[in-house]
C-alpha cells in the first residue's frame, strides 16, 4: 500500500512539474529572432509553457492533444482553460496578453 501510494505522489509531483509555470524566462523574447516585434509569439509562448505536456508539434503527451482543438473549443473556450485549468492542468500558467495570444492561435488549429 506504501509503494502504491508513494508511486502515485512521484507520478503526480512529476506530471505537475512538467507542466508546471515557464519559470523566471517565461515570456521572455530577449533573443529576438529577428522578426521585428519584440513580443514573444504564440507559438514561442506555448512552446516555452505548455509544449512539455501537450509536444512540440500539438500532438499530446502527459496533455491532450491539442492539433485540432479550435475545431473543438472557441477562442474564449481556450482562453478559460488556460486561466482555469482542466484535469491535471494548473490554472494560469499564461496570464494577460500571452494568454490572449495562445488561445487565438490555438483556436486557429482545426
Same mark, same amino acid.
Given at each position: @500500500?506504501? &509503494? /502504491?501510494?508513494?508511486? @502515485?505522489?512521484?507520478?503526480?509531483?512529476? %506530471?505537475?512539474?512538467?507542466?508546471?509555470?515557464?519559470?523566471? $524566462?517565461?515570456?521572455?523574447?530577449? +533573443? $529576438?529572432?529577428?522578426? +521585428?516585434?519584440?513580443?514573444?509569439?504564440?507559438?514561442?509562448?506555448?512552446?516555452?509553457n505548455c509544449a512539455s505536456?501537450?509536444? =512540440?508539434?500539438?500532438?499530446?503527451?502527459?496533455?491532450? $492533444?491539442? =492539433?485540432?482543438?479550435?475545431?473543438?473549443?472557441?477562442? #474564449?473556450?481556450?482562453? #478559460?482553460?488556460?486561466?482555469?485549468?482542466?484535469? %491535471? @492542468?494548473?490554472?494560469?500558467?499564461?496570464k494577460g496578453e500571452d494568454?490572449?495570444?495562445? %488561445?487565438? &492561435?490555438? %483556436?486557429? /488549429? /482545426?
Open positions: @500500500m506504501k &509503494w /502504491k501510494l508513494a508511486a @502515485m505522489f512521484l507520478g503526480v509531483s512529476l %506530471a505537475l512539474a512538467a507542466c508546471g509555470g515557464g519559470g523566471d $524566462n517565461a515570456g521572455n523574447n530577449n +533573443g $529576438n529572432n529577428g522578426g +521585428g516585434d519584440t513580443a514573444a509569439s504564440a507559438e514561442q509562448i506555448f512552446k516555452q505536456c501537450h509536444g =512540440q508539434d500539438l500532438s499530446g503527451g502527459v496533455g491532450p $492533444n491539442l =492539433q485540432k482543438v479550435g475545431s473543438k473549443y472557441s477562442k #474564449e473556450q481556450i482562453k #478559460e482553460i488556460i486561466a482555469n485549468g482542466r484535469g %491535471a @492542468m494548473p490554472a494560469g500558467i499564461i494568454a490572449d495570444k495562445v %488561445a487565438e &492561435w490555438l %483556436a486557429s /488549429k /482545426k
